[in-house]
């Protein structure tokens, strides 16, 4: 692995890109960004035209979630077409397309010169006939891919987490800067900042609902997910891609590419500040198999902000135990039930009972009580501001949420106490030296077939 160096492609970024303070500063941490990517290029028009009939879309990434975008493009809007797939392989493309063409088989237009195979799909993707790319490869792509879309004039929905280590995130930080410059949007995937209940909630919690926030706690502790069993001729780098979600540089570890929803949904409630410090409790000790690659199976991180409150973060995947997926926000005057859009205490409110619309809501987004799914949310309010020639702008909190996740990550392969300026100025680059397929992945397994493993207390920060 790399420490410093960015990625062929990625917008350089520097340690003074982000606040060298224990809290943040928005104006700081926005106008170095822009620094880092004043020179790419100059100044261009949006990609498309308002009034124009005809959005042509192109996805980047044709796992489950880049279909799922896809699908909820073409609802967003009656002039999307789908016109270009890419992946790194052509299985997922397949697949993507098939469903694609289940769905609304007239507004589905990929031909298969329009279908790119490979670690350089995107580019050819890219320099091609579309306005709009959908991004949904592994999330150590993201800078990578952005940068090339921004670059070449196409707005971008980027799906969550957007890097996996600080390198990556400055670079994305940088892109989205540009972007503004240019009048692109970047729409982001962290989908409950969409979400029809969380929004009017946190509109309250802002307004005072529950007080100061104290402490906030968020929870993700679930069972297991997919693996793809090892295949005799693949290679090393083709096992960890179909895999990506077990390695660390590919996938962040589970805590950043899953638990990011509920940090960000938290930091959104403590009005998008960052922690001044973290320290965490991670580890492995269920899914220790070679085939979940160097990933943990546990992590407990515990954020300490400049004011004395804290967010402590729990993200867990072990097969039958005790399942939680909340937010719990503790204040001076009382207590919200994030998820459920429900607030205890001075004021007790329940998102609906005002209305009179959502009766013994529960925190259920369903067609029958009027919610329209924040997936398809994200997607109808992107394509209405490209109609109206406006720039939706995301960049910030969601290269902000990254990086907290990755902090917490962090805090728990060392077993050190970080602070933000540390993460901030953060060296670590997980790129591999090349992107091919017989090339050398940055992480290999040892001669029984396991891979190393960070060890809290040996590991190094970097």
Known sequence: MRKSACIDGRVSGHAETWENTMSISRRHFLRTAAAASGTVLALQRSAHASGSDILKVG??????????????????????????????????????????????????????????????????????????????????????????????????????????????????????????????????????RYDTVIRETIKRIHDGAIGDIMAVQTSRNLGSLWHRPRQPEWTEMEFQMRNWYYFTWLGGDHNVEQQIHGIDKCTWALKDKAP??????????????????????????????????????????????????????????????????????????????????????????????????????????????????????????????TLIAIMGRTAGYTGQKLTWQQMTESKLDLSPEKYTFDATPPILPGPDGSYPIATPGVTEFV
């Open 59 to 192: 996805l980047i990434g044709c796992g489950g979630r880049g279909t799922g975008a896809a699908a909820n493009a073409l609802n967003a809007d009656p002039g999307v077409r789908i016109v270009a797939l890419a992946d790194a392989f052509d299985d997922r493309i397949q697949g993507a397309l098939k469903q694609l063409k289940q769905l609304q088989p007239d507004r589905v237009d990929v031909e298969p010169s329009r279908c790119y195979v490979g670690f350089d799909c995107y580019k050819q993707l890219i320099a091609g006939d579309v306005d709009v790319v959908l991004l949904a490869a592994p999330p150590h792509f993201r800078a990578l891919h952005l940068a090339a879309a921004i670059e070449a004039g196409k707005h971008v929905f980027a799906e969550k987490p957007v890097g996996v280590d600080a390198t990556g995130v400055r670079s994305v930080l940088a892109t989205c800067e540009l972007a503004k410059k240019k009048n692109l949007c970047v729409v982001s995937g962290l989908c409950w």
């Open 276 to 401: 001044a410090t973290a320290w965490a409790v991670s580890g492995r000790q269920v899914r220790v198999d070679s085939k979940y690659g160097n990933i943990y199976d546990h992590h407990a991180v515990v954020y300490e902000y400049d004011d004395g409150s804290r967010m402590y973060a729990l993200a867990r995947q072990q097969p039958n135990c005790y399942n939680d997926y909340s937010e719990v926000l503790f204040g001076t005057k009382g207590r919200c039930d994030l998820q459920k859009g429900q607030i205890t205490g001075e004021t007790n409110w329940s998102h609906g009972q005002q209305a009179g619309d959502l009766s013994g809501y529960s925190g259920k987004r369903t067609s029958n009580n009027g919610l329209r799914p924040m997936h398809q949310v994200e997607q109808d309010e992107m394509f209405a501001a490209i109609r109206a020639g406006k720039c939706i702008n995301n960049g910030d909190y969601m290269c902000q949420s």
